[in-house]
């Protein structure tokens, strides 16, 4: 993972972030970046097999809207079992999501979908929580929020 965070430190974009994990890890079947929108997430760049119906999601819905709420990695090992839980794909059994903050505030999240379950363990939020780090400027300035 070591070596996959210092590419991600030399990406030029969300889009790349995103190709990066989607394409380094088996577990990752459906990579995206959510940016904050006012009360809303709106969906940025994505890698998977399918697009996703939710391209906003009010902060407070759903998986990515609890974790926007909170500012807290949620890790969801049975998406069936959680009533929070937004479908977008059949093949989705578990779901990681990654608050990114900058300044004291959620500016967007890293939402990946697994088809395995209970795919995502603390490596993961580890991992993901640097990655989240290491990207809130470029989605600070992404976000359609700014005030500087
Ligand atoms: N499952 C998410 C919605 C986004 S899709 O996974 C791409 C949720 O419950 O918020």
């Known amino acids: 993972m070591n070596d996959v965070l210092a590419e991600i430190e030399r990406a030029r974009d969300l889009q790349d972030v995103v190709d990066l994990l989607h394409d380094r890890f088996d577990h990752y079947s459906w990579v995206g970046i959510y940016l904050v929108d006012g009360d809303d997430l709106v969906l940025g760049p994505w890698k998977g097999p399918q697009a996703t119906e939710h391209v906003r999601i009010p902060i407070g819905q759903g998986i990515c809207g609890a974790a926007a709420a909170s500012g807290e990695t949620e890790i969801v090992n049975d998406v069936n079992a959680d009533r929070r839980y937004l479908s977008c794909f ?40 640097r990655v989240a780090e290491s990207i809130a400027p470029y989605a600070r300035s992404a976000t359609k929020t700014s005030t500087t």
């Open 90 to 129: 059949v093949s989705t059994r578990s779901e990681i999501v990654v608050p990114i903050p900058f300044e004291g505030r959620v500016v967007g999240e890293i939402d990946i979908d697994s088809d395995e379950p209970a795919a995502f363990g603390e490596d993961d939020r580890r991992f993901l929580e």
